[in-house]
């Protein structure tokens, strides 16, 4: 089952969807382009383990992995 995780101030929340459930999927979607729209930067995780950063949702990818954008200081 996809899942997607949160990484914030407060440590990470995950979010598991049916990737057959229109409604869970829909939401699921939503999410994603709420999160990179306030800053967040997606990355999947790839069958070798590798990762990438994604721009557009990939209702079949297993792990995506938002984690909010860095600031120097």
Request: glycine share 8%; proline share 3%; aromatic share 8%.
């Given at each position: ?58 209702p079949m990818?297993?792990e995506t ?6 600031v120097g200081?």
């Open positions: 089952m996809p899942i997607q995780i949160v990484m914030d101030h407060t440590g990470d929340t995950r979010h598991r969807f049916d990737a057959d459930d229109l409604e869970a999927l829909s939401r699921a979607e939503e999410r994603f382009k709420s999160l990179t729209a306030a800053g967040f930067t997606a990355a999947i995780r790839e069958g070798s383990g590798k990762v990438a950063i994604t721009r557009s949702f990939d990818a297993e992995l938002f984690f909010p954008r860095l200081g």
